[in-house]
């Protein structure tokens, strides 16, 4: 079985506008409530793929709702924690101002709540896969993603980890079978610039040094690679396509990865499910279907 855990959920809030002026009331031309966060996300391109999986972590207030709603629409299986005060996150996404959008903090989170998610992760068994997967709310330490994996070490699990800077490098010591960095995050933990494939491949091995298992590297436009448990470097240049929505794009990649290792437990395979399944987010406005996707390995 799949979990994900999304520790900041989201109503993400989409608005195409003809100008917008600082100062002034701006009114959208088109708008859009989805739910968000990156291992929701994972949830739902892994159902587009025929996986199932099951998505945790932490709602609150009347937003809170409606995110576990609209998830269960889609036909997820939830096991959401819904908190008693403040609410869920709201993100306003400028869609026609590429990369502006003002996210939400999210509830305050307390030590109870907390206690109650690593009751629900007991339930996981050898040979699960876990994803831990986003941003955490002020009120959660760095530490967090580290003590849940510390508390399920050495059960057979296996452990996903698509977060940055502390949040990743504190979970490397629980030897994640995958993370996911992009170059702009592998080469901030490093104090470098990684702009090329090839630059990537020597910092991904010191995150394997670490701990990582499989470490696959998204670099937008210049494609990705991975290197995989066994030291096995893969490249492959960006698919040809017209990018309409980046949000998603790299969760999308982590879900076609899994999708293709469980398939056929075979890492180019999974490798070009991932490329194939995060240009596929890229080139859509939601995120991809299942039939895009194999459109976009055909491609590769």
Same mark, same amino acid.
């Given at each position: 079985?799949?979990?994900?855990?999304?520790?900041?959920?989201?109503? *993400?809030?989409?608005?195409?506008?003809?100008?917008?002026?600082?100062?002034?009331?701006?009114?959208?031309?088109?708008?859009?409530?989805?739910?968000?966060?990156?291992?929701? !996300?994972?949830?739902?391109?892994?159902?587009? #793929?025929?996986?199932?999986?099951?998505?945790?972590? $932490?709602?609150?207030?009347?937003?809170?709702?409606? /995110?576990?709603?609209?998830?269960?629409?889609?036909?997820?299986?939830?096991? $959401?924690?819904? /908190? !008693?005060?403040? $609410?869920?996150?709201?993100?306003?996404?400028?869609? *026609?101002?590429?990369?502006?959008?003002?996210?939400?903090?999210?509830?305050?989170?307390?030590?109870?709540?907390?206690?109650?998610?690593?009751?629900?992760?007991?339930? #996981?068994?050898?040979?699960?896969?876990?994803?831990?997967?986003?941003? /955490?709310?002020?009120?959660?330490?760095?530490?967090?993603?580290?003590?849940?994996?510390?508390?399920?070490? !050495?059960?057979?699990?296996? +452990?996903?980890? *698509?977060?940055?800077?502390?949040?990743?490098?504190?979970?490397?010591?629980?030897?994640? +079978? #995958? /993370?996911?960095?992009?170059?702009?995050?592998?080469?901030?933990?490093?104090?470098?610039?990684? *702009?090329?494939?090839?630059?990537?491949?020597?910092?991904?091995?010191?995150?394997?040094?670490?701990?990582?298992?499989?470490?696959?590297?998204?670099?937008?436009?210049?494609?990705?690679?991975?290197?995989?448990?066994?030291?096995?470097?893969?490249?492959?240049?960006?698919?040809?396509?017209?990018?309409? !929505?980046?949000?998603?794009?790299?969760?999308?990649?982590?879900?076609? +990865?899994?999708?293709?290792?469980?398939?056929?437990?075979?890492?180019?395979?999974?490798?070009?499910?991932?490329?194939?399944?995060?240009?596929?987010?890229? $080139?859509?406005?939601?995120?991809?279907?299942?039939?895009?996707?194999?459109?976009?390995?055909?491609?590769?």
């Amino acid at each position: 079985m799949i979990y994900t855990v999304t520790l900041n959920p989201s109503l *993400d809030y989409t608005v195409s506008m003809d100008g917008f002026e600082l100062g002034r009331t701006n009114r959208t031309t088109s708008e859009q409530m989805l739910p968000g966060g990156k291992g929701i !996300n994972v949830s739902i391109v892994l159902r587009n #793929l025929g996986f199932e999986s099951t998505a945790l972590g $932490f709602t609150a207030g009347f937003t809170g709702e409606q /995110i576990a709603r609209e998830v269960q629409n889609m036909g997820l299986c939830t096991d $959401f924690i819904h /908190i !008693n005060s403040g $609410f869920s996150r709201i993100n306003v996404k400028l869609k *026609d101002y590429d990369g502006t959008e003002i996210n939400g903090m999210g509830p305050a989170i307390e030590p109870n709540y907390v206690e109650a998610l690593h009751e629900k992760l007991k339930q #996981l068994k050898a040979g699960d896969l876990l994803v831990l997967a986003g941003s /955490i709310p002020k009120s959660l330490p760095a530490a967090i993603y580290s003590e849940i994996l510390m508390r399920l070490q !050495n059960r057979g699990i296996l +452990f996903v980890v *698509d977060a940055t800077k502390e949040l990743l490098l504190n979970a490397l010591q629980y030897k994640p +079978f #995958l /993370i996911k960095p992009n170059n702009h995050e592998l080469g901030e933990l490093f104090d470098v610039t990684l *702009d090329t494939r090839e630059a990537v491949v020597a910092y991904a091995k010191k995150l394997q040094e670490k701990g990582a298992g499989n470490v696959l590297v998204s670099l937008a436009g210049q494609g990705a690679v991975l290197v995989d448990e066994t030291g096995t470097v893969h490249m492959l240049a960006a698919p040809r396509g017209k990018l309409v !929505n980046a949000v998603g794009a790299g969760d999308s990649m982590v879900a076609g +990865f899994l999708a293709g290792w469980l398939e056929k437990k075979d890492y180019e395979h999974a490798f070009r499910m991932g490329v194939a399944a995060g240009s596929a987010s890229a $080139f859509s406005a939601l995120l991809a279907t299942g039939t895009e996707i194999e459109q976009v390995y055909a491609s590769l």
